[in-house]
């Protein structure tokens, strides 16, 4: 009988401190165990290029600034403040090493944003879409892109064709830069999820 009592009390306190743990563990982000990340599956290194639109180079142009807002004079706000404000659409051509004149193998297309008046910097979300013999389908981004930093990360959201479904990290650095003429980014993706 007393044996029995005793087996029950130690039985009731190892519940008790399992229990706690786990509540312990839930409530404090930090002690939950980090899953680890898998090997990535897949590199590519691609460059893309933006020839901003003046109002004179149409034909050549690939990327557009869009929305003056009617009596926002436009230009005042954004020359003054970081381009804050400024939003352009683009369909850029993507080559796989860093000669604007190479056979594209596929375009960049989307938006990028400026979103910070005391600082160069802007929001990226846009689509390759690849249509070559080397590569097929298309890989989305999207992320902040603090453009003075050397190497920014921006996510891999997903992917059709040969990406479908993945995902991952791409960093991105500035590869050229004209003022506001001509830039050019090396994007080097690295895929976690291939299938
Ligand atoms: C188009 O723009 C690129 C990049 O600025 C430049 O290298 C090229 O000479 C331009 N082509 C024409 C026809 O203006
Ligand atoms: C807009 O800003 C530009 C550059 O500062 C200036 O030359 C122009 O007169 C302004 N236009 C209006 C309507 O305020
Ligand atoms: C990809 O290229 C092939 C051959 O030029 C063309 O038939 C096909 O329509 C293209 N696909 C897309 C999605 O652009
Ligand atoms: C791309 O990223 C991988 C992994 O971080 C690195 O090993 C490789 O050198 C990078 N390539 C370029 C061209 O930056």
Same mark, same amino acid.
């Given at each position: 009988m007393a044996i029995k009592k005793y087996n029950r009390a130690v039985h009731l306190c190892f519940v008790w401190l399992v229990v706690s743990t786990a509540l312990l563990q839930t409530s404090d982000g930090h002690s939950r165990k980090k899953r680890s990340l898998p090997q990535p599956c897949r590199n590519l290194v691609l460059y893309f290029h933006d020839v901003i639109y003046n109002g004179k180079n149409a034909d050549n142009a690939t990327s557009t600034l869009v929305g003056a807002p009617q009596?926002? $004079? *436009?230009?005042l706000l954004a020359g003054k403040d970081n381009h804050f404000g400024d939003l352009a659409v683009f369909d850029d051509p993507i080559t +796989? %090493?860093? $000669?604007?004149?190479? @056979? @594209? +193998?596929?375009r960049a297309q989307g938006f990028y944003f400026y979103d910070m008046k005391n600082t160069f910097s802007s929001w990226l979300g846009f689509t390759f879409v690849l249509n070559s013999t080397d590569y097929k389908g298309t890989i989305t981004f999207s992320g902040a892109d603090p453009i003075l930093t050397k190497h920014r990360d921006i996510s891999v959201v997903g992917g059709t064709g %040969?990406? *479908?479904m993945t995902r991952g990290i791409a960093t991105i650095s500035t590869d050229a830069y004209e003022g506001d003429v001509y830039f050019r980014l090396c994007v080097n993706i690295t895929l976690y999820e291939c299938y």
């Open positions: 009596g926002g $004079n *436009l230009t +796989v %090493d860093n $000669n604007f004149h190479s @056979p @594209p +193998v596929g %040969d990406f *479908l």
